[in-house]
């Protein structure tokens, strides 16, 4: 049992150093901070430009300019978009990548556990993507309030919106985790989740399906809790939350089942050909 928590221990650290030392949590953090900051500001731009004489004799007045609530709306979009995409690609390396250098065989060889070996992943990783999301949520909420002079912002809702984002964004680096240490393809596995993100909350909404219970449409329930009166009912986030952590659960199982059904049993005497 000692052994067994000296070995989680170790590649907890071994994860945490690898994020912090390559210099890809720094790169993620300014690329959610980033979009947070500048999706408000180029709202903010255009609502400049609706304020010249030209824009007014062309039609468009003051009731086409954007608000506050606009450009938290804009940046929480975003990071389910183009925060996503990011965050895929630069854990590659960690999810499978290793795999294909070779650089976790002598691990395996000196007795790393396939739990250890990806545990260590599916909390770190999907963690700092939510935390990410949320944070970055919040700094667009604050840009956005003193950038927008219109509408008014609820801290709840705004709070709201950023867990479910964050979630949202959790829900498939955990995916690309589990397809990605299972192959051993991490870009494959990074660009399949991505169209999978694009697509299936548009597929179920085009099929019928409402936000409720389905965690592909995380995102536009994240969007949707920013606004008043939006039919969202708590016990459904509720159940659409706890859905999407079973699946996450799931996911990590299925990654464990993979990895091990991939090791090769060479401890008798017979050659394995």
């Not at 970055?136 to 309030?145: A, E, K, Q």
């Not at 709840?156 to 985790?177: P, Q």
């Amino acid at each position: 049992m000692n052994n067994a928590n000296s070995q989680l221990k170790a590649c907890f650290k071994k994860e945490f150093l690898a994020f912090f030392r390559t210099k890809k949590l720094i790169i993620l953090s300014c690329v959610f901070i980033g979009l947070a900051i500048i999706n408000p500001v180029l709202l903010k731009g255009m609502d400049s430009i609706l304020d010249m004489p030209e824009m007014q004799a062309a039609g468009l007045t003051k009731e086409s300019a954007y608000t506050a609530l606009d450009g938290i709306t804009e940046a929480v979009s975003n990071f389910s978009s183009t925060g996503l995409l990011v965050f895929l690609l630069v854990i590659n390396s960690f999810a499978g990548g290793e795999q294909k250098k070779r650089s976790i065989i002598i691990p395996n060889c000196s007795g790393l556990s396939s739990f250890g070996y990806l545990f260590p992943k599916f909390i770190v990783y999907p963690l700092t993507a939510f935390l990410l999301t949320v944070w970055g949520t919040l700094v667009s909420s604050g840009v956005s309030s003193l950038i927008f002079s219109e509408g008014s912002i609820e801290f709840i809702k705004v709070l709201c919106s950023g867990v479910l984002m964050g979630i949202f964004v959790m829900f498939y680096i955990c995916l690309h985790l589990t397809l990605g240490t299972a192959t051993g393809k991490a870009g494959m596995s990074s660009a399949v989740c991505f169209v999978s993100s694009v697509f299936l909350p548009a597929i179920f909404l085009a099929l019928g399906s409402d936000l409720s219970y389905n965690p592909f449409g995380l995102n536009a329930m994240s969007i949707a809790a920013l606004y008043p009166d939006n039919g969202l009912k708590s016990s459904d986030i509720f159940i659409t939350v706890i859905i999407a952590f079973v699946i996450m659960a799931i996911a990590f199982f299925l990654a464990l089942f993979a990895q091990n059904a991939k090791k090769i049993d060479n401890s008798g005497n017979e050659i394995l050909i």
